[in-house]
C-alpha cells in the first residue's frame, strides 16, 4: 500500500501528534512516492560483502555451521549440519548469484538430518534449517526457477525438510501438546525441562504448517497449530496483564502459563512476529492469529509505549511484569517497527503504521548514536516520571549521564552480534512508505558495519559498538549474517521484485524470522 504524495509531505511526528486521524488509503501504484527502483551502487555493495562472506566461509567452514571470522576457523554451534550454507541459502538466490547458488544446492542433500552428537534447538533448527530450505525449495520452484540447475536437488530440498521435520516431530509428544525445545537425537529423547519459552513454541507455526503444505502431510501443520493454540489463548487469565500480551514461560504438562513478564523483546519477539504473519500466510486459515495480534498491537500502543524524559520526541517499548512497566530494550526487539508497519499494510490502518514508525525512528536513534554507528544489544531509560529510587528501573549510571542527555537512552550490553532487526525494520519502513531517508539510514548501518566488524575472511561481533572500532571483536560470525543481516541491506536498494514486502500493493512472499522468504498459501493480501 502506497500514500499519495501529499499524505507523505506531511511530517510523521505531525500525524502522531494529530490525534490519529483515520487517513483514507489507496492501493494503486499510482499514488506510489518512488517506484522501489534500483540503487545499483548499493545493491552491488552489498552483494559484494555477501560474496566475500561466502568465500570465507566456503573457504574455512564450509559444512560446519559457521566461520570463526578472526582465527578461520569454525564452529558447530548448530548441530554441525552447515547452518550458514543453508542459511545463506535463500539470500544467494534473490541476489541472483548462481555459482553460490549451485553449490549449496548440491550440498544440501547430503546433509546427514538424522545425526548429532549434541543437543538440538526445535526453535532455532526449525528457523534457520527447516526455514532455510523451504524458502530454497519455493524460490526454486516459483520465480527463480531458472537458477534451478538440477531438478532431481531441488526435490531432494524437500525432501531433506520432511525428513528433518520427521525426525524433530517427537518434540510435540508431550502431555499438552506444547513441544519441548531441548532435544537430543540416536535415540530421540528430550533434554528435560517442565517449560517452554514464548518465542520458542510460538515460532514454529509458519515453517511447520508451510511443511505440512508443501509436502501434503498435515501432522506437520496440526502439530505446530496444536502447540500454538496454548498461545492464542492463554491460562491462566493473570498471564495476559492486557489483552493480547502474555507472559513468556508455558508449562509444557498443561499448556499454562507460569507468568506474566514479557514484551516485544527476546524470549517473547517473534511469537507476536507470527500472529500477523499466519495471516499474510493464509488470511482464511489465520483469521485468529490476527485478531490476537491486533489486541496486542492495540495493548502496546495504549499500555508499552514510552518515551524517555530526556528526548521526550522519542519512542520506545517497554517491558513489563504484570502490569509494573520496566524501561529496557534491544536490539532484537527492534524488528517491532517492522511487525508494526506489516501489521498496518495488511490491515490498512494507519495507526500501526504511525506508531511502527515511531519505533523505526527510535531504533535508528541506537545507531545515530554511537561512536560506531551500530546500536547496542540492549539498553534502558528512564521517564519524566520514573521514582528515582525505582529499583525496576535505575537512573542511568553516571559515567552515561550525559550520553543519555543526548541520546534518550543508556546502554546495558555495548555489543553487537551482527543482528539484523534495525535494518530488518527500515526495510519495511522504505517499502511502506517509499521514503529514500530508510534507504540512507540501512545503507548507513550496512555501512558501518563494513568497516568496523569486516575481518579478513567474513564479519566478526563487536565488542564495544560505541568504542573506536567497536572495541574489538569476538571470534564469531553467526549464520544469521547471511540470512538476515545482508539480505534485508540488499532488498532494500534491490528492484522490485515478488518476493518483496508490497510488491504491487500485495504479499506474495511471507518472511520467517530468519528472513526466508516463503510462498503465501492464501490469496496474497
Ligand atoms: C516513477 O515512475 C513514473 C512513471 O514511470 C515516473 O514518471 C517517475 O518519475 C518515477 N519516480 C521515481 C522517483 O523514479
Ligand atoms: C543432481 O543432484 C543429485 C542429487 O543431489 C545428484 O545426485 C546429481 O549428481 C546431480 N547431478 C548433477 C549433474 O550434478
Ligand atoms: C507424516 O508425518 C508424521 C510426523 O513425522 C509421520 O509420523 C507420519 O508417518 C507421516 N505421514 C505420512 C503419510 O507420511
Ligand atoms: C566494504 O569493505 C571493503 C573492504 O574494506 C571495501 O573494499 C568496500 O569498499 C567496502 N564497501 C563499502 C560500501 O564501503
Same mark, same amino acid.
Given at each position: 500500500?502506497?500514500?499519495?504524495?501529499?499524505?507523505?509531505? =506531511?511530517?510523521?511526528?505531525?500525524?502522531?501528534?494529530?490525534?490519529?486521524?483515520?487517513?483514507?488509503?489507496?492501493?494503486?501504484?499510482?499514488?506510489?512516492? /518512488?517506484?522501489?527502483?534500483?540503487?545499483?551502487?548499493?545493491?552491488?555493495?552489498?552483494?559484494?560483502?555477501?560474496? @566475500?562472506?561466502?568465500?570465507?566461509?566456503?573457504?574455512?567452514?564450509?559444512?560446519?555451521?559457521?566461520?570463526? #571470522?578472526?582465527?578461520?576457523?569454525?564452529?558447530?554451534?548448530?548441530?554441525?549440519?552447515?547452518?550458514?550454507?543453508?542459511?545463506?541459502?535463500?539470500?544467494?538466490?534473490?541476489?541472483?548469484?548462481?555459482?553460490? =547458488?549451485?553449490?549449496?544446492?548440491?550440498?544440501?542433500?547430503?546433509?546427514?538430518?538424522?545425526?548429532?552428537?549434541?543437543?538440538?534447538?526445535?526453535?532455532?533448527? $526449525?528457523?534457520?534449517?527447516?526455514? +532455510?530450505?523451504?524458502?530454497?525449495?519455493?524460490?526454486?520452484? +516459483?520465480?527463480?526457477?531458472?537458477?534451478?540447475?538440477?531438478?532431481?536437488?531441488?526435490?531432494?530440498?524437500?525432501?531433506?525438510?520432511?525428513?528433518?521435520?520427521?525426525?524433530?516431530?517427537?518434540?510435540?509428544? %508431550?502431555?499438552?501438546?506444547?513441544?519441548?525445545?531441548?532435544?537430543?537425537?540416536?535415540?530421540?529423547?528430550?533434554?528435560?525441562?517442565?517449560?517452554?519459552?514464548?518465542?520458542?513454541?510460538?515460532?514454529?507455526?509458519?515453517?511447520?504448517?508451510?511443511?505440512?503444505?508443501?509436502? +501434503?502431510?498435515?501432522?506437520?501443520?496440526?502439530?505446530?497449530?496444536?502447540?500454538?493454540?496454548?498461545?492464542?489463548?492463554?491460562?491462566?487469565?493473570?498471564?495476559?496483564?492486557?489483552?493480547?500480551?502474555?507472559?513468556?514461560?508455558?508449562?509444557?504438562?498443561?499448556?499454562?502459563?507460569?507468568?506474566?513478564?514479557?514484551?516485544?523483546?527476546?524470549?517473547?519477539?517473534?511469537?507476536?512476529?507470527?500472529?500477523?504473519?499466519?495471516?499474510?500466510?493464509?488470511?482464511?486459515?489465520?483469521?485468529?492469529?490476527?485478531?490476537?495480534? =491486533?489486541?496486542?498491537?492495540?495493548?502496546?500502543?495504549?499500555?508499552?509505549?514510552?518515551?524517555?524524559?530526556?528526548?521526550?520526541?522519542?519512542?520506545?517499548?517497554?517491558?513489563?511484569?504484570?502490569?509494573?512497566?520496566?524501561?529496557?530494550?534491544?536490539?532484537?526487539?527492534?524488528?517491532? +517497527?517492522?511487525?508494526?508497519?506489516?501489521?498496518?499494510? =495488511?490491515?490498512?490502518?494507519?495507526?500501526?503504521?504511525?506508531?511502527?514508525?515511531?519505533?523505526?525512528?527510535?531504533? &535508528?536513534?541506537?545507531?545515530?548514536?554511537?561512536?560506531?554507528?551500530?546500536?547496542?544489544?540492549?539498553?534502558?531509560?528512564?521517564?519524566?516520571? $520514573?521514582?528515582?529510587? /525505582?529499583?525496576?528501573?535505575?537512573? #542511568?549510571?553516571?559515567?552515561?549521564?550525559?550520553?543519555?542527555?543526548?541520546?534518550?537512552?543508556?546502554?546495558?550490553?555495548?555489543?553487537?552480534?551482527?543482528?539484523? &532487526?534495525?535494518? &530488518?525494520?527500515?526495510?519495511?519502513?522504505?517499502?511502506?512508505?517509499?521514503?529514500?531517508?530508510?534507504? /540512507?539510514?540501512?545503507?548507513?548501518?550496512?555501512?558501518?558495519?563494513?568497516? %568496523?566488524?569486516?575481518?579478513?575472511?567474513?564479519?566478526?561481533?563487536?565488542?564495544?559498538?560505541?568504542? #573506536?572500532?567497536?572495541?574489538?571483536?569476538?571470534? @564469531?560470525?553467526?549464520?544469521?549474517?547471511?540470512?538476515?543481516?545482508?539480505?534485508?541491506?540488499?532488498?532494500?536498494?534491490?528492484?522490485?521484485?515478488?518476493?518483496?514486502?508490497?510488491?504491487?500493493?500485495?504479499?506474495?512472499?511471507? @518472511?520467517?524470522?530468519?528472513?526466508?522468504?516463503?510462498?503465501?498459501?492464501?490469496? #496474497?493480501?
Amino acid at each position: 500500500m502506497y500514500f499519495s504524495q501529499s499524505i507523505l509531505a =506531511v511530517p510523521v511526528l505531525a500525524l502522531l501528534a494529530s490525534n490519529v486521524v483515520a487517513i483514507p488509503h489507496r492501493r494503486d501504484t499510482q499514488s506510489r512516492p /518512488d517506484n522501489h527502483t534500483l540503487n545499483r551502487e548499493r545493491a552491488d555493495a552489498v552483494k559484494e560483502a555477501f560474496t @566475500f562472506a561466502w568465500d570465507g566461509y566456503h573457504k574455512y567452514a564450509m559444512g560446519h555451521d559457521e566461520l570463526h #571470522p578472526v582465527s578461520n576457523g569454525y564452529g558447530d554451534s548448530r548441530n554441525g549440519w552447515g547452518a550458514s550454507a543453508v542459511d545463506a541459502f535463500s539470500t544467494a538466490l534473490v541476489m541472483q548469484i548462481p555459482e553460490i =547458488v549451485d553449490t549449496i544446492l548440491e550440498y544440501i542433500p547430503t546433509i546427514n538430518f538424522d545425526e548429532t552428537a549434541d543437543e538440538i534447538s526445535l526453535f532455532e533448527t $526449525t528457523i534457520r534449517y527447516l526455514g +532455510g530450505l523451504l524458502s530454497g525449495y519455493d524460490l526454486l520452484k +516459483g520465480p527463480l526457477s531458472n537458477l534451478a540447475s538440477n531438478a532431481t536437488a531441488v526435490e531432494a530440498i524437500l525432501a531433506q525438510a520432511e525428513r528433518l521435520g520427521s525426525n524433530l516431530a517427537f518434540a510435540f509428544d %508431550t502431555e499438552s501438546g506444547v513441544p519441548t525445545n531441548s532435544l537430543y537425537f540416536n535415540p530421540s529423547r528430550t533434554g528435560g525441562g517442565t517449560t517452554n519459552g514464548l518465542a520458542t513454541t510460538g515460532t514454529l507455526v509458519l515453517e511447520w504448517t508451510r511443511l505440512g503444505d508443501l509436502t +501434503g502431510n498435515k501432522t506437520f501443520s496440526k502439530l505446530s497449530q496444536k502447540g500454538e493454540s496454548y498461545l492464542l489463548a492463554p491460562k491462566p487469565a493473570s498471564s495476559e496483564p492486557w489483552p493480547g500480551l502474555v507472559g513468556m514461560n508455558i508449562n509444557i504438562k498443561t499448556g499454562q502459563f507460569e507468568d506474566a513478564f514479557g514484551g516485544w523483546v527476546g524470549g517473547a519477539d517473534s511469537f507476536y512476529e507470527y500472529l500477523i504473519k499466519m495471516y499474510v500466510y493464509d488470511t482464511t486459515r489465520f483469521e485468529s492469529y490476527k485478531d490476537r495480534w =491486533v489486541a496486542a498491537a492495540d495493548s502496546s500502543i495504549a499500555q508499552l509505549a514510552s518515551h524517555p524524559s530526556s528526548r521526550p520526541e522519542l519512542t520506545f517499548m517497554a517491558m513489563y511484569d504484570g502490569k509494573k512497566l520496566i524501561y529496557q530494550s534491544q536490539h532484537l526487539a527492534c524488528f517491532d +517497527g517492522g511487525s508494526f508497519i506489516l501489521g498496518g499494510l =495488511v490491515l490498512k490502518e494507519q495507526k500501526y503504521i504511525d506508531f511502527g514508525i515511531a519505533l523505526v525512528d527510535g531504533c &535508528e536513534d541506537t545507531y545515530s548514536s554511537t561512536v560506531t554507528g551500530i546500536g547496542p544489544e540492549s539498553f534502558r531509560w528512564v521517564t519524566k516520571d $520514573t521514582d528515582p529510587k /525505582d529499583s525496576r528501573n535505575p537512573q #542511568p549510571p553516571a559515567d552515561q549521564a550525559d550520553f543519555f542527555a543526548k541520546s534518550g537512552f543508556f546502554i546495558t550490553d555495548s555489543s553487537y552480534v551482527l543482528r539484523p &532487526e534495525v535494518i &530488518e525494520s527500515f526495510y519495511y519502513a522504505y517499502r511502506a512508505t517509499g521514503d529514500q531517508k530508510y534507504r /540512507d539510514w540501512a545503507w548507513n548501518a550496512f555501512v558501518a558495519i563494513n568497516s %568496523t566488524a569486516r575481518t579478513g575472511s567474513g564479519f566478526a561481533e563487536l565488542k564495544n559498538v560505541n568504542a #573506536p572500532k567497536g572495541g574489538g571483536f569476538n571470534d @564469531f560470525q553467526d549464520s544469521f549474517l547471511f540470512a538476515e543481516v545482508l539480505k534485508y541491506s540488499y532488498l532494500i536498494h534491490s528492484p522490485d521484485n515478488v518476493w518483496q514486502v508490497e510488491h504491487n500493493g500485495v504479499n506474495q512472499f511471507v @518472511f520467517n524470522t530468519e528472513a526466508h522468504p516463503f510462498k503465501v498459501a492464501g490469496p #496474497p493480501i
